[in-house]
């Protein structure tokens, strides 16, 4: 883990415990990297609940509620998966705030649509889910990485941002 990983960890840790909120993770192409992330903080375990690692269609479908319809019309690499993940995860682990991240780390499975390096990722409250779009292959553990550290960074940016926890 990179040190600016583990910098805005630290922030986010202190970020919680002021708001006393909670977090999960929908983790599909980092596969649990995030979650890492966010327990390499002594005293994570007050607000950080847990997370699914969705790697496959019908883990996403059946433990993260996302809508076979939205997975066979946009496919697991889009931004309507990913929002379906964060309110999945949320609801089901009753937290305040998610994460999310889905996609293409490589070396393979990029189609020419989606290639190698295009990840989703976001981070989101009851109330607004954030959401960004990476591209780029650096290699497989770059992609996980840059995706790690980049849900990370809206998440942070949710928490500390008020008026994006407004509702639209």
């Known amino acids: 883990m990179s040190v600016e990983t583990k910098v805005i960890s630290r922030e986010i840790n202190d970020l919680m415990w002021q708001q006393g909120a909670t977090l999960s993770t929908a983790e599909s192409c980092t596969a649990g990297n995030v979650a890492a992330a966010i327990t390499s903080i002594p005293g994570s375990s007050q607000f950080y609940k847990g997370g699914v690692v969705g790697y496959s269609n019908e883990v996403k479908i059946n433990l993260l509620h996302v809508k076979s319809e939205t997975l066979e019309t946009y496919g697991a690499v889009s931004e309507e998966t990913i929002i379906e993940m964060i309110k999945g995860v949320m609801n089901s682990l009753k ?21 190698v390096g295009t990840i989703w990722i976001a981070a989101g409250s009851a109330n607004k889910i954030i959401t ?37």
């Open 95 to 115: 937290t305040d705030y998610a994460v999310a991240t889905s996609g293409v780390a490589g070396p393979g499975g990029g189609t020419p649509e989606k290639p």
């Open 132 to 168: 960004q779009k990476l591209e780029g292959d650096e290699g497989r553990d770059m992609n996980v990485a840059r995706a790690t550290h980049s849900v990370l960074q809206l998440l942070h940016e949710l928490l500390t941002n008020k008026d994006e926890n407004k509702e639209d």
